[in-house]
């Protein structure tokens, strides 16, 4: 995956996450609203039905005028709880009236009424004559107390579901990932190579060079040495077969195909980096024992894979490098000869430490 692709999945994905929890938080709130609002209805519709039963209680005495009476049965209503105030009001004025105060006992009538309380009001009749009205204040607390505990249910249910979306996108975010890195399809994933079969990679690759490089005079005599005269150019004339030739039915392998998925996936250069580091682990160790044995041709032979191999890492230095040592070998100059193989043996090193 590229880099600008990466940057635009990421503000997808955090878009997408923004979105789940907008879409969890709404409800988390509406719910708590409604709560609190059926809970205020509820104290309304009790405030309500007390004052209506206290109406035909304190309808005699308010017409008698009876204050006693009217006390008796207000203190007999404060006895519950959930009622903050209880107001008799007549034509002549109020009868009577109790609240309650900071402590939550009762207390005589004073016009200090919480703002939060729900009050509920009703006329009073004598033989169907308004002899007067009775209000009931009921307060909010008991109702408050069940609204908090509404408030942390639907809390910790926004938590939970919150962590769980989160994770779902961070699973699906990482599986994304894996699936690029390992190629992008949905075909099969290439068996990652454990550590003892690497090092016996690298070593079957380093037994290969020199047995390779053991023959290297015997087969530049019938082609041509790197290191004659004219065997580097003849390595730049020799014809390259197109790499965008067509495909045939069944064909193993396709240099076209291998050149567009480089292109297209970043990691490609990570694996051309592991094979370049597990092929010439080997490599400066191998220069040291062919130049200690004079074996030239060898030396040329490596220098060339070298060569060839360096620019797909961007390795600028080996590949000069590799390129002055098969000159040097070809001079009869032995002290060049010798920095150019020292030379050759730094770079490969500087490479091979830098891919680790």
């Known amino acids: 995956m590229s880099q600008r692709a990466k940057i635009a999945s990421g503000r997808l994905l955090l878009a997408i996450w923004c979105a789940g929890l ?20 509820r104290l309304a519709i009790e405030a309500r039905n007390t004052a209506v039963q206290l109406s035909a209680l ?11 009476a009217a006390r008796t049965i207000v203190m007999a209503a404060m006895e519950n709880e959930s009622i903050y105030a209880i107001k008799v009001q007549t034509p002549q004025g109020m009868l009577e009236g109790q609240r309650r105060n900071y402590q939550w006992e009762p207390v005589p009538w004073d016009d200090e009424i919480d703002e939060g309380a729900v009050s509920g009001v009703s006329p009073l009749r004598v033989e169907g004559r308004p002899v007067g009205t009775v209000e009931v204040y009921v307060s909010p607390r008991v109702s408050q107390e069940g609204a908090a505990l509404a408030a942390r249910r639907e809390t910790w249910r926004f938590v939970l579901s919150f962590l769980c979306w989160t994770a779902a996108l961070a699973f699906m975010w990482r599986t994304r990932l894996q699936r690029d890195a390992t190629g992008g399809g949905g075909g099969q994933s290439v068996p990652r190579r454990e550590p003892e079969d690497s090092l016996a ?32 150019a003849a390595r730049d004339d ?22 567009a998925f480089m292109r297209r996936h970043d990691h490609a250069w990570q694996v051309t980096a592991g094979l370049f580091r597990h092929s010439f682990a080997q490599g400066p160790e191998l220069m040291g024992r062919l130049y200690a044995a004079g074996d030239d041709a060898a030396l040329c032979r490596l220098g060339d894979l070298l060569e060839r191999a360096a620019p797909c890492l961007g390795a600028e230095r080996l590949a000069a490098a590799a390129r002055d040592m098969q000159t040097a070998l070809h001079c009869p100059d032995r002290e060049r000869a010798r920095l150019a193989v020292e030379e050759c043996v730094q770079a490969l090193d500087a490479v091979l430490d830098a891919l680790r």
Do not use: F, M, N
């Open 58 to 68: 304190l309808a005699v005495p308010a017409w008698d005028v009876d204050e006693l």
């Open 238 to 259: 020799e014809p390259i077969g197109p790499l965008s030739a067509p495909l045939a039915a069944g064909e193993v392998a396709s240099p076209a195909l291998g050149l």
């Open 201 to 232: 990679l690298a070593a079957t690759g380093a037994e290969a060079l020199s047995e390779e490089a053991a023959p290297c005079g015997q087969i530049q005599t019938e082609q041509g040495s790197p290191c004659d005269g004219g065997g580097v």
């Open 22 to 41: 907008l879409a969890l938080l709404l409800p988390a709130l509406w719910t708590v609203r409604e709560e609190r609002e059926a809970a205020r209805e």
